[in-house]
Nanobody
């Protein structure tokens, strides 16, 4: 089992950047594929990005590719989401998730979820 804690959210102006972190407990972090999802007010949870167990493969939703970068540091049990050129429509609660399905864009591909961190982008 793994516990996930997100951090790094906050209020930023449009065009700004944030880096989200997701710290995982447990000694088996490197065995998990990791993903980031988000839920905007009044909308369904949506896939943002995913990374395989060793960081060798990354996956993005098309609309975010080029602006967002997912990475991981297995020595620190942490996965990151670097978000650049932020837009007001990026405002959402961002969640990290861990699972065994590499590159899954479905929430069904993940077994463990963090509590989320709020990102608010002002215009």
């Amino acid at each position: 089992q793994v516990q996930l804690v997100e951090s790094g959210g906050g209020l930023v102006q449009a065009g700004g950047s944030l880096r989200l972190s997701c710290a995982a407990s447990g000694r088996t972090f490197s065995s998990y594929a990791m993903g980031w999802f988000r839920r905007a007010p009044g909308k369904e949870r949506e896939f943002v990005a995913a990374i395989n167990w060793n960081g060798g493969s990354t996956y993005y939703v098309h609309s975010m590719k080029g602006r967002f970068t997912i990475s991981r540091d297995n020595a620190k049990n942490t996965v990151y989401l670097q978000m650049n050129s932020l837009k007001p429509e990026d405002t959402a609660v961002y969640y990290c998730a861990a699972g065994y399905v590499s590159g899954s864009s479905s929430h069904n591909g993940y077994d463990y979820w963090g509590q989320g961190t709020q990102v608010t982008v002002s215009s």
